[in-house]
């Protein structure tokens, strides 16, 4: 990530070749740190780049001749990956209504994985409505697990086809969403 910025002063001249320091401030932490430094060019301008990755909400600002810019906050959001049972565009069971109250409808299982390392965040399997498009609903709920991973249960008792997607929330970060996989559920002849 890269940070620009100019140094203004009274006399243009004074903001050239002056050292900035950039400092920065992790959401939901104590205290603030020094991201690194830049120097102006004689018109006053800075660049830096973070060689560290973000791990949740953070507020960056510069320091330079006794003056201090205002914060910019700089959200961050995971990356969330998801596999299904079968491959996207397959037949997935249905659970008929005997198994589910008899307790022995077929769980099938969706799987993936969260980076940054989200420890704990909360992992939701939602169905996209068969009669409002960009309406989703939850269908199973889990949490990420010490490594990344995640699994989630569920067994379909709607027929037709289903477009399923991850939603990841966790303190610090944008809701995150998988990309979609589509499937047609069927009754097993």
Request: hydrophobic share 40%.
């Amino acid at each position: 990530m890269t940070l620009n910025g100019t140094l203004s002063c009274k006399d243009p001249v004074a903001a050239a070749q002056q050292n900035v320091t950039i400092l920065q401030h992790a959401a939901r932490t104590p205290g603030a740190e020094q991201a690194g430094s830049a120097t102006t060019d004689a018109s006053g301008d800075f660049s830096f780049t973070t060689s560290a990755g973000l791990a949740g909400v953070t507020g960056f600002w510069a320091e330079a001749a006794g003056a201090r810019s205002p914060r910019v906050r700089v959200g961050v959001s995971a990356a969330v990956t998801l596999s299904g049972p079968a491959a996207a565009g397959s037949q997935l069971p249905l659970a008929t209504r005997r198994a589910r109250a008899a307790g022995t409808a077929a769980q099938l299982t969706f799987r993936g994985t969260v980076t940054p390392l989200l420890p704990g965040a909360r992992v939701i399997l939602q169905r996209e409505s068969r009669h409002r498009e960009g309406v989703w609903r939850p269908v199973a709920r889990s949490r990420v697990q010490a490594d990344g991973s995640y699994v989630l249960l569920h067994a379909f008792s709607v027929g037709g086809t289903a477009t399923l997607r991850v939603v990841v929330r966790a303190r610090g970060l944008r809701g995150t969403v998988s990309e979609a996989l589509t499937y047609e559920i069927t009754r097993r002849r």
